[in-house]
């Protein structure tokens, strides 16, 4: 499957600023890319998609301003946090899928605290 | 809405036995189920896809059966050992995106 890396694995922030999370498909072209959010001892839920070169669709009940994410190219996705609040504390995980398979491939997840 | 369900929070397991997870789904008819594999901090490591179409797919010790009449996936783990043990999410497609079922936390006691 494909190796999918965030950085970084986890981060700690004071209320108000924002935070920057980046996700690499490090051997696949991911035409899509999906941002999830795990809070503790509950399922995935997805915030967004994004297509290469496309703006994200995002889902209902998330602030697409609030959750900034660009899909520069087949390899790489941001998610940006502005003026993270510490309900915005969360484990955030990017996910990727090809053209063709329908597959879904995760990364490691990133663990955002908001102080 | 779509919805999946996985009723089991916890399954304890002795080790050497076959480990049985369900998941159930709702409202919709998906496409196809994923199964992954979760361990504490990180993130979901996938495992098998199955479709509608097939009523069983294999892997090794891992086995996934699809039951369209009863709405129901199936995962099954086959000589269960200790390091099986983590959190199995259940995922289906509909509507261009994979919902989550809440997961089951294995334990494989030794």
């Known amino acids: 499957g494909a190796v999918v890396s965030q950085h970084p694995s986890r981060v700690i922030c004071k209320s108000g600023t924002s935070v920057k999370i980046e996700c690499r498909s490090l051997?696949?072209?991911?035409?899509?890319m999906f941002w999830y959010r795990q809070f503790p001892k509950k399922s995935l839920m997805l915030m967004a998609t994004?297509?290469?070169?496309?703006?994200?669709?995002?889902e209902q009940g998330v602030e697409k301003d609030k959750f900034l994410i660009n899909h520069a190219s087949l390899t790489l996705s941001t998610l940006t946090v502005t003026s993270a609040h510490p309900e915005d504390s969360s484990f955030y995980i990017c996910s990727v899928k090809g053209l063709v398979a329908d597959e879904q491939f995760f990364g490691p997840g990133t663990r955002l605290t908001v102080l | 809405s779509q919805k999946i369900e996985q009723n089991s929070e916890a399954l304890n397991i002795q080790e050497g036995k076959t480990a049985t997870l369900t998941c159930n789904y709702t409202n919709y008819s998906p496409a196809y189920l994923q199964w992954y594999r979760q361990d504490p901090g990180r993130g979901p490591v996938f495992l098998l896809l199955i479709r509608e179409n097939e009523k069983e797919k294999r892997k090794e010790r891992l086995k996934v059966t699809f039951d369209t009449t009863l709405k129901q996936s199936l995962f099954h783990i086959t000589a269960s050992q200790p390091a099986d043990s983590a959190t199995y999410l259940c995922?289906?497609?509909?509507?261009?995106?994979?919902?989550f079922g809440t997961g089951t936390r294995l334990t494989i006691i030794p």
């Open positions: 995922a289906s497609f509909g509507n261009e995106k994979l919902t």
């Open positions: 994004s297509n290469e070169g496309s703006k994200a669709t995002y």
């Open positions: 051997d696949f072209q991911a035409t899509t």
